[in-house]
């Protein structure tokens, strides 16, 4: 399956964004999705997660109470919307899925298989 995130840019703290994470090439209904983010010189890290069919989601403390994940299996797309940003929301963000088959839904990024592009959010304090 291939990822593209898009949605990242620019956005003064206290302010919001959502990402997109379009997925093509295979059953999306058949994947836990998730997103991670990187800043240079750091491993990535998890933010949150979500069950195949939405059901389930699971988010890093640092994200919980401002990012909302949310899937729409008709349209393949995965969201990442977030709010009450901070400078240190400053990342690349990642979205990744893996197979129910294979996988359980979790923060492991060891347990994605398929990863996007990355897009870049940038907040200014």
């Known amino acids: 399956v291939q990822l593209q995130a898009s949605g990242g840019g620019l956005v003064q703290a206290g302010g919001s964004l959502r990402l997109s994470c379009a997925a093509s090439?295979?059953?999306?209904?058949?994947?836990?999705m998730g997103w991670f983010r990187q800043v240079p010189g750091k491993e990535r890290e998890f933010v949150g997660a979500?069950?195949?069919?939405?059901?389930?989601?699971m988010y890093a403390d640092s994200a919980k109470g401002r990012f909302t994940i949310s899937r729409d299996n008709a349209k393949n797309t995965v969201y990442l919307q977030m709010n009450s940003l901070k400078f240190e929301d400053t990342a690349v963000y990642y979205c990744a899925a893996g197979s129910v088959y294979t996988r359980r839904l979790t923060a492991d990024r060891l347990e994605y298989d398929y990863w996007g592009q990355g897009t870049q959010v940038t907040v200014s304090s």
């Open positions: 979500i069950s195949w069919d939405g059901g389930i989601t």
């Open positions: 090439g295979g059953t999306f209904g058949l994947y836990h």
